[in-house]
């Protein structure tokens, strides 16, 4: 009998979690389809969502589908999917290494990007170029982070030895800086800022098709990132393979913000904030593909609120929203990890 009433209540536990899950993304994808008519709808000239809707169907007169076809779906698009590979990148980073304070903007894996991706951009390179630097500079740092933590992945020290390589990124984007052409310069401190007003319609399709890749790998391997959140003893004795899963979390994790960077600059914050929401939504687990939607919807309301709600007679790009969003949240983890580590 104790049995039956333990089975019947992890089953009950189970359903409440999938319903939690399916609500959630519900409540996400309502919210992402709200912003994404009204940031079709708004800006210099206002469509009424109605005709948003027509133009996007095809029906509507020139002038409303040209505005919304050609000018702001192309920027609507990029800001969804570099939220979703953002929110992935983090979700996934935060997972395997078990800590809510890990994300490639913590760890120098952005910071890495950033500084390789401005060195190419100072000896004149473009277009993919830029993107294969921006890799290359992610991959350094993360392999640095890695050798530094040796095998202590977890608790604190992968993030103040990740703090360290992102000075370093610091100090070589600096020089990157000042060896660079006056008119190259003022293009990189604009793009290091973050920003999804250019959009490159094969940039975003590449950055697409990484996003779906790594969203079916994590729909596939889920059972193993959830066995990683249990440590690497107990997630071998289930069967995992931990060191595997980290391997390729942690490499994904890395494409994914290196492609951002390279497609829209550095985001701030944007990779830190979306794991921790989706898990309090989702009420824990990896919550990868749920920080997928959180990641979107933050980078489209960002900039929503840089074009239409920041006074001024420029239009500010959506890092600097991230950024302002992003800085007292990592305030709150910071004091609410040192009160856990109290306790303990």
């Known amino acids: 009998m104790s049995a039956a009433v333990a089975l019947g209540a992890l089953d009950r536990t189970r359903r409440e979690r999938r319903m939690r899950a399916a609500s959630t993304t519900g409540i996400l994808t309502a919210v992402g389809i709200a912003l994404a008519i009204t940031a079709l709808a708004v800006g ?44 992935m990148a983090g979700a996934l980073l935060q997972s395997v290494v078990r800590n809510p304070l890990a994300s490639p903007d913590i760890v120098g894996v952005t910071g890495g990007a950033s500084a390789a991706a401005v060195l190419a951009i100072g000896a004149g390179a473009t277009g993919l170029a830029v993107s294969g630097s921006a890799l290359v500079g992610a991959a350094v740092a993360i392999v640095l982070v890695l050798a530094a933590s040796g095998r202590q992945l977890g608790g604190t020290r992968i993030v103040v030895v990740g703090i360290a390589v992102a ?74 393979r931990p060191r595997r899963t980290r391997i390729l979390a942690v490499t994904a994790s890395t494409v994914l913000a290196a492609a951002s960077v390279a497609v829209a600059g550095p985001l701030a914050f944007v990779a830190f904030v979306a794991g921790p929401i989706a898990r309090r939504l989702r009420g824990g687990g990896p919550a990868v593909l749920t920080a997928a939607l959180v990641g979107a919807v933050l980078v489209l309301a960002s900039d929503l609120v840089a074009q239409n709600l920041i006074p001024g007679s420029l239009q500010p790009p959506a890092g600097l929203v991230t950024g302002a969003v992003g800085a007292p949240l990592l305030v709150w983890l910071l004091i609410r990890a040192a009160r856990q580590e109290g306790r303990a």
């Open 167 to 240: 000075f370093l990124a610091q100090g070589v984007l600096g020089y990157a800086l000042t060896r660079a052409r006056l008119e190259q310069a003022d293009s990189a401190y604009f793009w290091l800022v973050g920003s999804v007003g250019s959009p490159s319609t094969p940039e975003t399709l590449v950055l697409g098709m990484l996003v779906a890749v790594v969203a079916i790998g994590t729909v596939l391997g889920r059972g193993a990132l959830a066995a990683q959140l249990l440590g690497d003893e107990t997630a071998t004795a289930v069967g995992s």
């Open 44 to 87: 210099s000239v206002a469509i009424a969502p109605a005709d948003v809707i027509a133009a996007l169907a095809g029906t509507a007169d020139g002038g409303a589908q040209f505005i919304v076809r050609e000018l702001r779906l192309p920027r609507l698009t990029l800001a969804l999917v570099v939220g979703a590979a953002l929110g």
